[in-house]
């Protein structure tokens, strides 16, 4: 489901003439234009496509996120500003509006502070990459892929009542680190997450879902271990949904996306010895064990795949 249901463009020089804001409108005008039109192109593309496969149907990403998200996506009103002056970006950025900077050879000294995200070639743009940052301004998780039976997305708090739920289970934790015991302290935790990692990566461990029913199964994805260079593939499937294949069906999706949507060359796993069904899974994935490593007091086996 699309929540960006509009974008505007202004260029505005500061301080100018009307005659030097006619001369500022003929030298980037194009490129404005031509983003509208391919956004325009691209939106009706996505629409047909949705029609065609949609069947009269409204699948799960859609409605779980549509029913759960809709707030955020009232704040933001489907509206997206790609504006090129910092006194505009701020006044809109103190009314709550999704900003979007074009920065150019004319506007390089003025103040972007506050502003997410930038770009300096329109043209490529496209409607995937806005929609994202529009999401991002509201609070809307980014949908990664899916499977056949599983829906990757990003985590929101609304996720963690199930993640207790998950976390409880002893045989769950034996091999990875639980939840804060207070929700409050795993929220603030969540924000600050998605914030650095999110945020700034563009990955992390995302939550995983039923792609039918909608409920929360599990988490999987890549984080960053202090002291190693290359991405972590990590996982925790709810113990209902274990020995049915969704760990494998997700992680080999999820090693796809790191080669191909994140540029990743290799990644690594650190699981612990005694785990013997990760350590499985992970030679089933392609995994070869390198060594075996201690951080943090506790011992693991390293493993490497090349993607």
């Keep these: 489901m699309d929540f960006l249901k509009q974008v505007s463009i202004e260029i505005y020089p500061e301080g100018a003439s009307d005659e030097e804001r006619k001369s500022y409108s003929k030298k980037y005008g194009a490129q404005m234009h ?15 496509s ?38 505009r970006a701020q006044e ?21 502070s506050g502003v997410r995200y930038a770009c300096e070639n329109i043209s490529e ?15 809307i998780p980014w949908e990664i892929l899916t499977t056949e039976r599983c829906l990757i997305r990003e985590t929101s708090a609304e996720d963690l009542d199930a993640f207790y739920e998950i976390y409880a289970e002893t045989s769950v934790t034996k091999y990875t680190e639980g939840l804060y015991p207070e929700r409050a302290q795993e929220e603030a935790y969540l924000q600050d ?15 995983i879902c039923d792609k039918i029913t909608g409920q929360v199964i599990g988490r999987a994805g890549f984080s960053n271990r202090e002291g190693y260079e290359d991405p972590e593939l990590g996982f925790v499937i709810g113990v209902p949904w ?21 540029g990743f060359e290799q990644v690594q796993m650190l699981v612990m010895p005694e785990n013997e069904i990760s350590l499985h899974l992970a030679e089933r994935l392609g995994f070869s064990q390198l060594d075996q490593v201690t951080w943090e007091g506790t011992c693991y086996e390293r493993l490497l795949m090349e993607l």
Excluded at 193 to 207: C, D, H, K, L, R
Excluded at 242 to 262: D, F, H, I, W
């Design 34 to 48: 031509a983003l509208l039109d391919a956004i325009r192109r691209q939106r009706q593309e996505r629409e047909f």
């Design 50 to 87: 949705q029609q065609r496969n949609g069947s009269g149907k409204e699948c799960f990403e859609e409605k779980s996120v549509r029913d759960s998200m809709m707030s955020g996506y009232e704040s933001g009103q489907g509206k997206l500003w790609i504006v090129d002056n910092g006194i």
């Design 92 to 112: 809109l950025l103190e009314q709550g509006c999704p900003v979007l900077v074009w920065l150019h050879e004319d506007n390089r000294d003025q103040d972007f």
């Design 125 to 139: 743009l496209d409607f995937d990459y806005l929609e994202k940052v529009y999401r991002r301004y509201v609070g």
């Design 193 to 207: 997450y998605t914030e650095n990692m999110y945020y700034f990566y563009n990955y992390g461990v995302w939550t």
């Design 242 to 262: 274990q020995r049915q294949g969704y760990a494998t069906e997700v992680c080999k999706a999820l090693l796809e996306y790191g080669k191909e949507e994140l």
